[in-house]
Protein backbone atom coordinates (compact mmCIF):
# COMPACT_ATOMS: atom_id res chain seq x y z
CA UNK A 1 0.00 0.00 0.00
CA UNK A 2 1.26 3.20 -0.83
CA UNK A 3 2.05 6.20 1.55
CA UNK A 4 -0.96 8.57 1.98
CA UNK A 5 -0.23 12.13 1.97
CA UNK A 6 -2.72 15.22 2.64
CA UNK A 7 -2.12 18.51 0.72
CA UNK A 8 -3.41 20.96 1.90
CA UNK A 9 -3.59 24.27 0.60
CA UNK A 10 -5.96 27.28 -0.21
CA UNK A 11 -3.97 27.44 -3.84
CA UNK A 12 -5.83 24.76 -6.20
CA UNK A 13 -2.82 25.02 -8.74
CA UNK A 14 -0.24 24.85 -5.32
CA UNK A 15 -2.26 21.22 -4.52
CA UNK A 16 -2.25 20.20 -7.77
CA UNK A 17 1.23 20.67 -8.97
CA UNK A 18 2.58 19.24 -5.54
CA UNK A 19 0.39 15.99 -5.86
CA UNK A 20 1.67 15.49 -9.50
CA UNK A 21 5.22 15.64 -8.36
CA UNK A 22 4.55 13.08 -5.29
CA UNK A 23 2.26 10.79 -7.27
CA UNK A 24 5.08 10.67 -9.89
CA UNK A 25 6.93 9.11 -6.86
CA UNK A 26 4.05 6.78 -6.11
CA UNK A 27 2.51 8.09 -3.41
CA UNK A 28 -0.68 8.71 -2.89
CA UNK A 29 -2.20 12.02 -2.38
CA UNK A 30 -5.42 13.79 -1.13
CA UNK A 31 -5.86 17.21 -1.09
CA UNK A 32 -8.12 19.71 0.66
CA UNK A 33 -8.32 23.57 0.10
CA UNK A 34 -9.68 24.86 3.83
CA UNK A 35 -8.74 23.97 7.27
CA UNK A 36 -12.41 22.02 7.14
CA UNK A 37 -11.96 19.69 4.67
CA UNK A 38 -8.48 19.04 6.16
CA UNK A 39 -9.71 18.16 9.41
CA UNK A 40 -12.23 15.80 7.28
CA UNK A 41 -9.99 13.85 5.62
CA UNK A 42 -8.04 13.27 8.69
CA UNK A 43 -10.71 11.77 11.10
CA UNK A 44 -11.53 9.61 7.78
CA UNK A 45 -8.37 8.30 7.04
CA UNK A 46 -5.28 8.93 8.83
CA UNK A 47 -2.45 10.12 6.05
CA UNK A 48 0.81 9.42 7.05
CA UNK A 49 2.21 12.86 6.51
CA UNK A 50 0.40 16.41 6.41
CA UNK A 51 1.82 19.14 3.91
CA UNK A 52 0.08 22.39 5.47
CA UNK A 53 0.10 25.76 3.83
CA UNK A 54 0.87 28.38 6.91
CA UNK A 55 -2.17 30.78 5.59
CA UNK A 56 -5.24 29.30 4.23
CA UNK A 57 -6.84 32.35 2.61
CA UNK A 58 -10.55 32.48 3.53
CA UNK A 59 -10.53 29.20 5.97
CA UNK A 60 -12.28 29.12 9.40
CA UNK A 61 -9.14 28.23 10.67
CA UNK A 62 -5.31 29.64 9.71
CA UNK A 63 -2.49 27.15 9.46
CA UNK A 64 -1.24 27.09 12.30
CA UNK A 65 -4.41 26.71 14.33
CA UNK A 66 -5.25 23.71 12.06
CA UNK A 67 -1.38 22.07 12.83
CA UNK A 68 -2.99 22.80 17.05
CA UNK A 69 -6.05 21.02 16.01
CA UNK A 70 -3.95 18.00 13.94
CA UNK A 71 -1.74 17.46 17.34
CA UNK A 72 -4.61 17.36 19.18
CA UNK A 73 -6.06 14.40 17.38
CA UNK A 74 -2.60 12.88 15.97
CA UNK A 75 -0.02 13.79 18.25
CA UNK A 76 2.48 11.68 16.54
CA UNK A 77 1.59 12.41 12.37
CA UNK A 78 4.33 14.26 10.58
CA UNK A 79 3.20 17.71 9.25
CA UNK A 80 5.67 19.99 6.83
CA UNK A 81 4.83 23.60 6.31
CA UNK A 82 4.35 25.57 3.68
CA UNK A 83 5.71 29.17 3.93
CA UNK A 84 5.72 32.13 2.35
CA UNK A 85 8.25 34.44 1.18
CA UNK A 86 9.11 36.60 4.32
CA UNK A 87 7.17 34.57 6.94
CA UNK A 88 10.18 32.26 8.37
CA UNK A 89 8.83 33.62 11.66
CA UNK A 90 5.69 31.85 11.28
CA UNK A 91 7.23 29.03 10.10
CA UNK A 92 9.83 28.97 12.99
CA UNK A 93 6.75 28.99 15.28
CA UNK A 94 4.83 26.15 13.84
CA UNK A 95 8.26 23.95 14.52
CA UNK A 96 7.91 25.41 18.47
CA UNK A 97 3.87 23.44 17.98
CA UNK A 98 4.90 20.46 16.22
CA UNK A 99 5.50 20.36 12.72
CA UNK A 100 8.41 18.68 11.61
CA UNK A 101 9.87 20.83 9.16
CA UNK A 102 9.17 24.11 6.53
CA UNK A 103 9.52 24.49 3.15
CA UNK A 104 9.72 27.82 1.52
CA UNK A 105 7.63 28.85 -1.56
CA UNK A 106 8.33 28.70 -4.38
CA UNK A 107 10.36 25.19 -3.97
CA UNK A 108 12.04 22.59 -6.04
CA UNK A 109 10.58 19.47 -6.47
CA UNK A 110 13.74 17.72 -5.37
CA UNK A 111 14.00 19.34 -2.15
CA UNK A 112 9.80 18.80 -1.55
CA UNK A 113 10.82 15.21 -2.20
CA UNK A 114 13.74 15.06 0.07
CA UNK A 115 11.65 16.30 3.01
CA UNK A 116 8.87 13.96 2.06
CA UNK A 117 11.09 10.92 2.13
CA UNK A 118 12.74 12.51 5.49
CA UNK A 119 9.54 12.33 7.20
CA UNK A 120 7.81 9.64 5.98
CA UNK A 121 10.77 7.27 7.08
CA UNK A 122 9.52 6.17 10.49
CA UNK A 123 6.03 5.29 9.13
CA UNK A 124 8.02 3.36 5.63
CA UNK A 125 10.61 1.44 8.49
CA UNK A 126 7.03 0.62 10.52
CA UNK A 127 5.48 -0.94 7.69
CA UNK A 128 8.29 -2.96 7.15
CA UNK A 129 8.98 -4.02 9.84
CA UNK A 130 4.90 -5.11 10.29
CA UNK A 131 5.83 -6.96 6.75
CA UNK A 132 8.58 -8.71 8.11
CA UNK A 133 6.31 -9.68 11.52
CA UNK A 134 3.92 -10.53 9.24
CA UNK A 135 5.91 -12.83 7.48
CA UNK A 136 7.13 -14.47 10.98
CA UNK A 137 4.06 -14.79 11.97
CA UNK A 138 2.13 -16.64 9.41
CA UNK A 139 5.33 -19.13 9.83
CA UNK A 140 4.70 -19.06 13.63
CA UNK A 141 0.82 -19.90 13.34
CA UNK A 142 1.02 -22.23 10.64
CA UNK A 143 -2.38 -24.31 10.82
CA UNK A 144 -1.42 -27.65 10.77
CA UNK A 145 -3.74 -30.48 9.89
CA UNK A 146 -5.27 -32.60 7.48
CA UNK A 147 -8.14 -34.05 8.82
CA UNK A 148 -11.75 -33.48 7.12
CA UNK A 149 -12.64 -30.87 9.73
CA UNK A 150 -9.20 -28.98 9.61
CA UNK A 151 -8.99 -28.79 5.39
CA UNK A 152 -12.96 -27.96 5.91
CA UNK A 153 -12.14 -25.47 7.93
CA UNK A 154 -9.47 -24.20 5.97
CA UNK A 155 -11.29 -24.12 2.87
CA UNK A 156 -13.86 -22.23 4.73
CA UNK A 157 -11.07 -19.40 5.28
CA UNK A 158 -9.84 -19.31 1.92
CA UNK A 159 -13.19 -18.77 0.83
CA UNK A 160 -13.92 -15.88 2.96
CA UNK A 161 -10.76 -14.03 3.14
CA UNK A 162 -10.91 -11.32 0.48
CA UNK A 163 -14.26 -10.87 1.60
CA UNK A 164 -14.99 -8.44 4.59
CA UNK A 165 -17.29 -11.00 6.46
CA UNK A 166 -17.37 -11.42 10.21
CA UNK A 167 -16.60 -14.72 11.29
CA UNK A 168 -17.41 -16.57 14.35
CA UNK A 169 -15.13 -19.10 15.04
CA UNK A 170 -16.20 -21.83 18.07
CA UNK A 171 -14.77 -24.42 19.75
CA UNK A 172 -13.37 -25.70 23.08
CA UNK A 173 -10.37 -24.10 25.10
CA UNK A 174 -7.10 -24.84 23.08
CA UNK A 175 -7.76 -25.82 19.63
CA UNK A 176 -6.24 -23.15 17.52
CA UNK A 177 -9.28 -20.76 17.25
CA UNK A 178 -7.10 -17.95 17.37
CA UNK A 179 -4.41 -19.65 14.72
CA UNK A 180 -7.29 -19.92 12.46
CA UNK A 181 -8.43 -15.92 13.27
CA UNK A 182 -4.58 -15.02 12.13
CA UNK A 183 -4.51 -17.26 9.00
CA UNK A 184 -7.69 -15.34 7.99
CA UNK A 185 -5.94 -11.94 8.20
CA UNK A 186 -2.72 -13.29 7.02
CA UNK A 187 -4.54 -14.71 3.81
CA UNK A 188 -6.74 -11.34 3.59
CA UNK A 189 -5.98 -7.90 1.75
CA UNK A 190 -5.79 -6.47 5.21
CA UNK A 191 -2.45 -8.46 6.24
CA UNK A 192 -0.37 -5.16 5.73
CA UNK A 193 -2.36 -3.61 8.66
CA UNK A 194 -2.48 -4.72 12.53
CA UNK A 195 -4.44 -8.31 13.78
CA UNK A 196 -5.11 -7.05 17.27
CA UNK A 197 -6.73 -9.19 20.15
CA UNK A 198 -9.30 -8.33 22.14
CA UNK A 199 -8.87 -11.01 25.64
CA UNK A 200 -12.54 -10.45 26.74
CA UNK A 201 -11.77 -12.91 29.98
CA UNK A 202 -8.67 -10.82 30.98
CA UNK A 203 -10.38 -7.27 30.64
CA UNK A 204 -11.77 -6.18 33.65
CA UNK A 205 -15.79 -4.94 32.84
CA UNK A 206 -14.69 -1.44 34.63
CA UNK A 207 -12.00 -1.05 31.68
CA UNK A 208 -13.46 -3.15 29.30
CA UNK A 209 -14.67 0.60 27.56
CA UNK A 210 -11.47 2.12 27.73
CA UNK A 211 -9.66 -0.30 26.38
CA UNK A 212 -11.70 -1.05 23.14
CA UNK A 213 -12.56 2.59 22.55
CA UNK A 214 -9.66 4.73 24.06
CA UNK A 215 -9.63 7.85 26.24
CA UNK A 216 -10.00 11.42 25.82
CA UNK A 217 -10.18 14.57 28.25
CA UNK A 218 -11.06 17.68 26.84
CA UNK A 219 -10.78 17.22 23.47
CA UNK A 220 -6.75 15.86 23.60
CA UNK A 221 -6.55 12.28 23.05
CA UNK A 222 -5.39 10.31 26.19
CA UNK A 223 -4.86 7.01 24.63
CA UNK A 224 -6.00 5.47 21.25
CA UNK A 225 -8.14 2.05 21.97
CA UNK A 226 -7.90 -1.24 20.71
CA UNK A 227 -9.99 -0.38 17.50
CA UNK A 228 -7.75 2.92 16.82
CA UNK A 229 -5.06 0.13 16.75
CA UNK A 230 -7.11 -2.53 14.10
CA UNK A 231 -8.03 0.20 11.95
CA UNK A 232 -7.57 -1.69 8.27
CA UNK A 233 -6.89 -4.35 10.01
CA UNK A 234 -8.67 -7.36 11.92
CA UNK A 235 -10.17 -7.47 15.44
CA UNK A 236 -10.20 -10.41 17.10
CA UNK A 237 -12.44 -10.78 20.26
CA UNK A 238 -12.05 -13.62 21.65
CA UNK A 239 -13.96 -15.13 24.10
CA UNK A 240 -16.90 -12.95 23.34
CA UNK A 241 -19.38 -14.09 25.70
CA UNK A 242 -17.26 -12.73 28.60
CA UNK A 243 -17.66 -9.35 26.85
CA UNK A 244 -20.04 -7.06 29.42
CA UNK A 245 -23.39 -6.76 28.76
CA UNK A 246 -23.10 -3.01 28.24
CA UNK A 247 -19.96 -3.49 26.17
CA UNK A 248 -22.06 -5.70 23.70
CA UNK A 249 -24.34 -2.64 22.88
CA UNK A 250 -21.31 -0.47 22.33
CA UNK A 251 -20.17 -2.62 19.98
CA UNK A 252 -23.28 -3.48 18.33
CA UNK A 253 -23.45 -0.12 17.72
CA UNK A 254 -19.67 0.04 15.96
CA UNK A 255 -20.33 -2.58 13.68
CA UNK A 256 -23.27 -0.98 11.93
CA UNK A 257 -22.33 2.50 12.24
CA UNK A 258 -18.33 1.61 11.57
CA UNK A 259 -17.59 4.48 14.12
CA UNK A 260 -17.85 5.65 17.58
CA UNK A 261 -17.07 8.21 20.35
CA UNK A 262 -13.86 7.50 22.67
CA UNK A 263 -14.95 7.68 26.55
CA UNK A 264 -14.84 11.01 27.36
CA UNK A 265 -14.98 12.10 23.92
CA UNK A 266 -17.38 13.65 21.09
CA UNK A 267 -16.10 13.05 18.31
CA UNK A 268 -17.11 10.29 15.61
CA UNK A 269 -13.59 8.26 15.01
CA UNK A 270 -14.54 6.47 11.87
CA UNK A 271 -12.74 2.95 11.77
CA UNK A 272 -12.44 0.54 9.09
CA UNK A 273 -12.28 -2.68 10.77
CA UNK A 274 -12.95 -6.80 10.35
CA UNK A 275 -14.08 -8.40 13.33
CA UNK A 276 -13.59 -11.91 13.99
CA UNK A 277 -14.76 -13.52 16.87
CA UNK A 278 -14.28 -16.30 19.00
CA UNK A 279 -16.27 -18.97 21.74
CA UNK A 280 -15.94 -21.48 23.69
CA UNK A 281 -19.37 -21.66 25.06
CA UNK A 282 -22.80 -22.03 23.59
CA UNK A 283 -23.89 -18.89 22.87
CA UNK A 284 -27.70 -19.77 22.56
CA UNK A 285 -27.37 -20.79 25.90
CA UNK A 286 -25.98 -17.62 26.54
CA UNK A 287 -28.68 -16.02 24.84
CA UNK A 288 -31.71 -17.68 26.27
CA UNK A 289 -30.11 -16.63 29.85
CA UNK A 290 -29.60 -13.07 28.73
CA UNK A 291 -26.34 -12.87 29.10
CA UNK A 292 -25.52 -12.19 25.41
CA UNK A 293 -27.10 -10.19 23.30
CA UNK A 294 -29.25 -12.16 20.58
CA UNK A 295 -28.59 -8.75 17.35
CA UNK A 296 -24.98 -8.60 18.65
CA UNK A 297 -25.08 -12.70 17.92
CA UNK A 298 -26.38 -12.18 14.78
CA UNK A 299 -24.02 -9.91 13.12
CA UNK A 300 -20.94 -11.35 14.41
CA UNK A 301 -22.18 -14.57 13.37
CA UNK A 302 -21.95 -14.19 9.20
CA UNK A 303 -19.67 -17.18 8.67
CA UNK A 304 -19.98 -20.01 11.49
CA UNK A 305 -16.52 -21.85 11.64
CA UNK A 306 -16.13 -24.54 14.06
CA UNK A 307 -12.81 -25.97 15.28
CA UNK A 308 -13.40 -29.78 17.01
CA UNK A 309 -11.77 -30.89 20.09
CA UNK A 310 -8.27 -32.87 18.66
CA UNK A 311 -9.63 -35.91 20.09
CA UNK A 312 -12.57 -35.43 17.70
CA UNK A 313 -9.71 -35.54 14.85
CA UNK A 314 -6.86 -37.69 16.06
CA UNK A 315 -5.61 -38.32 12.24
CA UNK A 316 -3.94 -34.76 13.37
CA UNK A 317 -2.26 -35.64 16.05
CA UNK A 318 0.82 -37.03 13.92
CA UNK A 319 1.18 -34.09 12.06
CA UNK A 320 0.88 -31.49 15.08
CA UNK A 321 3.44 -33.91 17.22
CA UNK A 322 6.04 -34.05 14.10
CA UNK A 323 5.89 -30.51 13.75
CA UNK A 324 5.90 -29.58 17.74
CA UNK A 325 8.95 -31.70 18.19
CA UNK A 326 11.02 -30.16 15.36
CA UNK A 327 9.97 -26.81 16.51
CA UNK A 328 11.36 -27.64 20.02
CA UNK A 329 14.26 -29.53 18.97
CA UNK A 330 15.77 -26.78 16.50
CA UNK A 331 15.22 -24.14 19.67
CA UNK A 332 17.48 -26.39 21.43
CA UNK A 333 19.43 -27.26 17.83
CA UNK A 334 18.71 -30.59 16.96
CA UNK A 335 17.26 -32.08 14.18
CA UNK A 336 13.90 -32.76 14.32
CA UNK A 337 13.35 -36.40 15.85
CA UNK A 338 12.23 -39.64 14.74
CA UNK A 339 8.97 -40.44 16.90
CA UNK A 340 8.68 -44.35 18.20
CA UNK A 341 5.60 -46.12 16.81
CA UNK A 342 4.53 -46.96 20.56
CA UNK A 343 5.25 -43.20 21.31
CA UNK A 344 2.73 -42.15 18.59
CA UNK A 345 0.08 -44.61 19.39
CA UNK A 346 0.38 -43.32 23.25
CA UNK A 347 0.10 -39.80 22.11
CA UNK A 348 -3.00 -40.71 19.50
CA UNK A 349 -4.71 -42.58 22.13
CA UNK A 350 -4.66 -40.13 24.49
CA UNK A 351 -7.75 -37.96 25.18
CA UNK A 352 -6.14 -34.00 25.28
CA UNK A 353 -8.54 -32.50 27.19
CA UNK A 354 -6.75 -29.31 26.94
CA UNK A 355 -5.90 -29.83 22.93
CA UNK A 356 -3.56 -28.33 20.33
CA UNK A 357 -2.39 -26.11 23.43
CA UNK A 358 -1.79 -29.20 26.08
CA UNK A 359 -0.34 -31.02 22.82
CA UNK A 360 2.45 -28.67 21.87
CA UNK A 361 3.17 -27.90 26.11
CA UNK A 362 3.59 -32.08 26.30
CA UNK A 363 5.93 -31.96 23.50
CA UNK A 364 7.96 -28.66 24.76
CA UNK A 365 8.10 -30.27 28.55
CA UNK A 366 9.58 -34.00 26.54
CA UNK A 367 11.82 -31.82 24.90
CA UNK A 368 13.11 -30.04 27.48
CA UNK A 369 13.14 -32.67 29.96
CA UNK A 370 15.14 -35.03 27.48
CA UNK A 371 19.04 -35.34 27.40
CA UNK A 372 20.25 -34.11 23.91
CA UNK A 373 21.73 -37.00 23.25
CA UNK A 374 18.76 -39.08 23.71
CA UNK A 375 16.55 -36.57 21.28
CA UNK A 376 17.21 -38.18 18.18
CA UNK A 377 14.35 -40.64 18.65
CA UNK A 378 11.44 -40.18 21.20
CA UNK A 379 10.04 -43.57 22.85
CA UNK A 380 6.77 -43.70 24.76
CA UNK A 381 8.93 -43.71 28.42
CA UNK A 382 10.28 -40.65 27.37
CA UNK A 383 6.46 -39.08 27.21
CA UNK A 384 5.28 -37.34 30.44
CA UNK A 385 3.25 -40.65 33.13
CA UNK A 386 0.06 -38.85 31.84
CA UNK A 387 0.72 -39.98 28.40
CA UNK A 388 2.15 -43.00 28.69
CA UNK A 389 -1.10 -44.25 31.72
CA UNK A 390 -2.80 -44.84 27.98
CA UNK A 391 -0.03 -47.39 26.98
CA UNK A 392 0.19 -51.16 27.47
CA UNK A 393 2.84 -53.04 29.15
CA UNK A 394 3.03 -50.68 32.36
CA UNK A 395 4.87 -52.69 35.34
CA UNK A 396 1.73 -52.83 37.55
CA UNK A 397 -0.41 -53.90 34.34
CA UNK A 398 2.16 -57.07 34.22
CA UNK A 399 2.15 -57.47 37.20
CA UNK A 400 -1.55 -58.05 37.89
CA UNK A 401 -1.70 -60.75 34.87
CA UNK A 402 1.20 -62.42 36.40
CA UNK A 403 -1.45 -63.42 38.87
CA UNK A 404 -4.56 -65.02 37.08
CA UNK A 405 -4.56 -67.98 34.55
CA UNK A 406 -2.92 -68.15 30.82
CA UNK A 407 -6.42 -67.54 28.85
CA UNK A 408 -7.93 -65.18 31.46
CA UNK A 409 -4.51 -62.59 30.83
CA UNK A 410 -4.32 -62.87 27.09
CA UNK A 411 -8.00 -61.80 27.03
CA UNK A 412 -7.16 -59.37 29.57
CA UNK A 413 -4.91 -58.08 27.15
CA UNK A 414 -6.56 -58.05 23.80
CA UNK A 415 -9.69 -56.21 25.60
CA UNK A 416 -7.24 -53.33 26.70
CA UNK A 417 -4.97 -53.40 23.46
CA UNK A 418 -8.05 -53.56 21.86
CA UNK A 419 -9.41 -50.44 23.35
CA UNK A 420 -6.17 -48.53 23.10
CA UNK A 421 -6.13 -48.96 19.37
CA UNK A 422 -9.56 -48.25 18.81
CA UNK A 423 -9.91 -45.37 20.27
CA UNK A 424 -6.38 -44.13 18.10
CA UNK A 425 -8.46 -44.82 15.30
CA UNK A 426 -11.44 -42.59 16.54
CA UNK A 427 -13.49 -46.08 16.76
CA UNK A 428 -13.03 -46.56 13.01
CA UNK A 429 -13.11 -50.50 12.77
CA UNK A 430 -11.68 -50.63 9.29
CA UNK A 431 -8.70 -48.40 9.73
CA UNK A 432 -8.00 -50.23 13.17
CA UNK A 433 -8.20 -53.50 11.97
CA UNK A 434 -5.70 -52.55 8.83
CA UNK A 435 -3.46 -51.34 11.70
CA UNK A 436 -3.18 -54.50 13.65
CA UNK A 437 -3.19 -56.55 10.71
CA UNK A 438 -6.69 -58.44 11.27
CA UNK A 439 -9.43 -58.85 8.90
CA UNK A 440 -12.49 -56.25 9.34
CA UNK A 441 -15.03 -58.69 9.87
CA UNK A 442 -12.08 -60.82 12.33
CA UNK A 443 -12.20 -57.94 14.42
CA UNK A 444 -15.55 -58.10 14.86
CA UNK A 445 -15.87 -61.21 15.65
CA UNK A 446 -13.16 -60.89 18.06
CA UNK A 447 -14.97 -57.97 19.70
CA UNK A 448 -17.79 -59.94 20.17
CA UNK A 449 -16.52 -62.55 21.75
CA UNK A 450 -14.20 -60.13 24.07
CA UNK A 451 -17.64 -58.86 25.24
CA UNK A 452 -16.45 -55.35 24.23
CA UNK A 453 -19.52 -52.72 22.94
CA UNK A 454 -18.51 -51.31 19.39
CA UNK A 455 -18.03 -47.76 19.79
CA UNK A 456 -17.87 -44.93 17.27
CA UNK A 457 -18.88 -45.59 13.50
CA UNK A 458 -17.32 -47.76 10.39
CA UNK A 459 -16.60 -44.58 9.01
CA UNK A 460 -15.02 -42.73 12.10
CA UNK A 461 -13.14 -39.65 10.88
CA UNK A 462 -12.02 -38.95 7.59
N1 LIG B 1 -3.63 -26.40 13.85
C1 LIG B 1 -2.62 -25.92 14.59
N2 LIG B 1 -1.37 -25.91 14.08
C2 LIG B 1 -0.34 -25.45 14.81
N3 LIG B 1 -0.46 -24.96 16.07
C3 LIG B 1 -1.67 -24.95 16.62
C4 LIG B 1 -2.82 -25.41 15.90
N4 LIG B 1 -3.89 -25.27 16.69
C5 LIG B 1 -3.45 -24.73 17.83
N5 LIG B 1 -2.12 -24.53 17.81
C6 LIG B 1 -1.31 -23.99 18.93
O1 LIG B 1 -2.01 -24.29 20.12
C7 LIG B 1 -2.04 -23.17 20.99
C8 LIG B 1 -3.47 -22.75 21.28
O2 LIG B 1 -4.07 -22.22 20.11
P1 LIG B 1 -5.07 -20.99 20.14
O3 LIG B 1 -4.64 -19.96 21.12
O4 LIG B 1 -5.31 -20.58 18.75
O5 LIG B 1 -6.35 -21.71 20.71
P2 LIG B 1 -7.80 -21.12 21.00
O6 LIG B 1 -8.77 -22.07 20.44
O7 LIG B 1 -7.85 -19.71 20.54
O8 LIG B 1 -7.85 -21.23 22.56
P3 LIG B 1 -8.23 -20.14 23.66
O9 LIG B 1 -9.59 -19.69 23.33
O10 LIG B 1 -8.10 -20.92 24.92
O11 LIG B 1 -7.17 -19.09 23.52
C9 LIG B 1 -1.23 -22.09 20.32
O12 LIG B 1 0.06 -22.15 20.85
C10 LIG B 1 -1.20 -22.49 18.87
O13 LIG B 1 -0.01 -22.07 18.29
Redesign the pocket.
Known sequence: MALDILIVDDERDIRELVAGVLSDEGYECRTAGDSRAALEAIDQRRPSLVLLDVWLHGSPMDGLEVLDAIKVREPELPVIIFSGHGNIDTAVSAISRGAMDFIEKPFEAERLLHLVGRATETERLRRENAQLKKHADTTA?????SSTA?NQVRATLKRVANTGSRLLIS?P???????AARMLHAWSPRADSAFVSVNSARITPERFEQELFGEEQDGHLVRPGLLEMADGGTLYL??VADMPLSTQARILRVLTEQAFVRVGGHRQIRVDVRVVS?T?RNLEKEIAERRFREDLFYRLNVVPVH?PALAERRDDIPG?VE?FFARFAANQGVAPPEIAPDAMAALQAYEWPGN??QL?NVVERTVILTPLERLARIEADMLPAEIGSGRLGGDSGMSTLMGVPLREARESFEREYLRVQIRRFSGNISKTASFIGMERSALHRKLKLLGMVERGSEDGEG
Open positions: YEFTGIGAGVGKEVDESSVLHVRR
